[in-house]
């Protein structure tokens, strides 16, 4: 059991838990929209709709347990075991629903003509692994000690995986109209950007200061996902349907790029870490 903070709200287990918690609260309204398209055809459509309502009551739940446990008394040993369980089960079930997710997107279209149109057209394949990544901060959270150098680089790690999983979204999805607008570039190149600073501690050493630097880059990612959320939004209201929410369902995807502030939210926590650790 990883030691506590003295100020618990700026601990960073506390943080990361909010992270997952809000992520999984926003999934819902943005499962909503995306599975409307098609008007929730299978039913399994409605399964992350569902967990992404109650999982973060869960969490929440597992929240508590956590802070009575940092507070002792007689009953510590219960609260540890409320804490785990939350995390253990929310954890375990959103990695099953992401990886599933991942399987029935690519069946849509993908493996039925295995070609890499039928990728771009297909529903959007790596947006289920949003769920998994989640899932692996939770087990993260209870698995290894928060004020350590290891978990610190396995979130790094992760905000790695979520931009790696944001460049492929946004080059299929942007794909699909051909790139019709130039500025649909953007997010791809700023993916591969961020991919390219975050990879480096993984593979030279490097000093505090480089955290100071990753920490500007990632600032400049959050900027590009606000101004393309404002690009999806500015399209979708002057779309070709007199009813605005018929556009935000068939139109660009509006909280699409938010992918991007979202992933800086957890790299500032994990360089905020580091370099500490580092200095």
Sequence with gaps: MAHESERWWSGPWFLVECFVCVNLAFLTFDIYLAHSVNDFRRTAEYIPLYFSAVAPAVLIVGLVARLRLAAGGKRASFWRVVWNSAGYLVGGSAIVVGLAGVLLHLDSAFFAERTIR?????????????YAGLGFLLLLNRMVD????????????????????NF?????????????????WVPVVASAFAVGFLVTPFLLHVSANFYLVCSGVLLLEAAVGVWG???HAENNLHGPSVHAFSNFINGAPPLAPMLFPNLVVLGLIASWRLKRLAS
């Design 168 to 184: 492929i979204f946004s080059l299929t999805d942007h794909a699909s109209n051909g790139f019709f607008d130039r500025v649909e």
């Design 146 to 165: 928060s004020e350590s150098r290891e978990w610190a680089q396995w979130v790094l790690f992760m905000t790695l995986g979520g931009f790696i999983g």
């Design 229 to 231: 959320f404002i690009l």
């Design 118 to 130: 039928s990728l771009t057209y297909s529903a959007p394949f790596a947006a289920p692994l949003a």
